[in-house]
């Protein structure tokens, strides 16, 4: 991973080697600006009297984690990687428990009330909450790093085909919708639908063929659901047998491959539902947006090798992808979201009953809820140098929490590495 860096005017020069950030430190040149992406500024150098190559954001966005890679555009070089760990999961749990515990209230204290509906008013381009975060994730990165790096322009993974329209007038129909790529993007989401293993006989890393769950000649469809993956001899043994008939001896995995064939498509439906509104936010960045299909970032990564992860699809993304991607040495930012504390007044307990109250104020004596702090303690039971995140309490003695355990501590040993901003980092 390079470093990112600075001039004295807080303007972004080209990222260096880790060995050049620490040189630089250990002579005064150069400050520490932020730990997380790590960040130096120069004292004596500015864009003016600097060389400053152009750089790409390329996003492979996720359900669950979203891959971000900083790629050098004349050489290839993927300088920085980041994968973005969403909570829009527990956003949404967070609100169903919120329902049902104002359903109940509602039920309770005003149950002769006469029902409402359709009151209120959404705007255009609303989103749930769950979906919302994901986008405002990507985003608040996609800012962050074109304030730290020279960028230029940003690639998406989005799904779209019009290209063949232009070299193919006269294609339309179901070879429109499903494109050159087609069997590229199907194949890509069973794999991660069925593990990466035979669903009939569980074996890995072999080559695997899409089977039909009922046989098309049977009357089944080429939908996502009646489709698995096979290794060669269960495909073949299976041919348009009733998969009721081929598993009559493995009722387990019959049962198994039933439910998995009709497991919600709830992921997807996440992606595809903020695909284009991310596509707007990026535009409102004024770089220059490039898109590209999950098909083409997996042909990339396929032709030139390279193992799948969530940051390296994100470095393939689209049709600007190098030839030759530069990625030794690279160890992604791992970022997980875990938003910014509860607005709430007070919390419940199981039986909805108000057991604390909110408080008063979100700073106390320089300090907040999160932030990543050094710890020095001098003295008792646990005198030591320690690294870890606090939580306050209005009186000078804060939680500590490090390596799996808790104490408490107080303010005066502690010094600020990184302020709270609502997520959490680790290498």
Same mark, same amino acid.
């Given at each position: ?17 880790p ?13 520490v ?6 960040? #130096? ?10 060389? /400053? ?6 996003i ?14 004349? &050489?290839?070089r ?16 967070s ?46 990165w ?16 989005? /799904? ?9 007038p ?11 790529? +087609? ?22 890393? /072999?080559?695997?063929?899409i ?23 269960c ?20 049962k ?13 439906a ?10 707007r936010?990026?535009q ?12 083409? &970032?997996? +042909? ?9 992860t ?10 600007s ?8 040495? #690279? ?16 919390? &419940? ?19 907040? &809820? ?9 003295t008792?039971?646990?005198?030591g ?6 939580? #306050? ?17 107080h ?12 997520y959490?980092?680790?290498?």
């Amino acid at each position: 991973m390079r470093v990112f860096v600075l001039d004295k005017n807080l303007k972004p020069l080209e990222p260096c080697h880790p060995a050049r950030a620490r040189e630089l430190l250990n002579k005064g040149r150069a400050k520490v600006f932020r730990r997380y992406p790590f960040t #130096i500024v120069l004292q004596d150098r500015t864009v003016e009297n600097s060389t /400053v190559h152009p750089h790409r954001i390329k996003i492979d966005p996720g359900s669950k984690t979203t891959g971000i890679a900083v790629v050098q555009e004349e &050489t290839g070089r993927v300088t920085n990687a980041l994968e973005v760990s969403h909570r829009g999961q527990q956003i949404k749990d967070s609100l169903e428990s919120r329902r049902s515990l104002r359903r109940g209230r509602r039920n309770r204290k005003t149950r002769y009330r006469k029902p409402r509906f359709l009151n209120r008013t959404r705007r255009q381009g609303w989103l749930p909450p769950s979906l919302e975060s994901r986008i405002s994730n990507i985003e608040t990165w996609v800012r962050r790093i074109n304030k730290l790096c020279p960028i230029t322009a940003i690639s998406q993974e989005l /799904v779209r085909f019009d290209l063949q329209q232009i070299q193919n007038p006269e294609i339309s129909g179901v070879e429109y919708q499903r494109g050159e790529l +087609f069997g590229f993007e199907v194949k890509e989401y069973l794999l991660a639908k069925w593990g990466r293993k035979c669903a009939y006989c569980g074996v890995e890393n /072999v080559p695997f063929e899409i089977d039909h769950i009922l046989a098309k000649s049977k009357g089944g469809s080429n939908r996502v659901s009646n489709l698995c993956l096979s290794c060669h001899s269960c495909n073949q043994t299976k041919g348009n047998k009733p998969i009721e008939e081929f598993l009559k001896k493995k009722p387990e995995v019959l049962k198994r491959i039933l439910v998995q064939a009709k497991t919600p498509l709830k992921d997807a439906a996440a992606v595809n539902a903020t695909r284009w509104e991310l596509y707007r936010r990026l535009q409102s960045t004024g770089l220059p947006v490039e898109v590209g299909s999950g098909g083409r &970032t997996k +042909f990339n990564r396929k032709t030139r090798g390279i193992e799948k992860t969530h940051w390296a699809d994100a470095a393939c993304v689209g049709a600007s992808t190098p030839e030759k991607l530069l990625m030794n040495g #690279i160890k992604p930012l791992n970022i997980k979201a875990k938003g910014h504390g509860r607005r709430q007044r007070c919390g &419940t307990n199981k039986f909805g009953f108000p057991i604390r109250h909110a408080p008063a104020q979100k700073f106390f004596m320089g300090f907040q &809820t999160g932030d990543l702090v050094k710890a020095n303690v001098l003295t008792g039971k646990y005198a030591g140098i320690y690294v870890g995140r606090i939580a #306050i309490r209005f009186k000078p003695s804060f939680k500590l929490t490090t390596g799996g355990k808790s104490f408490d501590v107080h303010p005066k040993y502690l010094k600020t590495i990184h302020r709270a901003d609502g997520y959490e980092y680790a290498s």
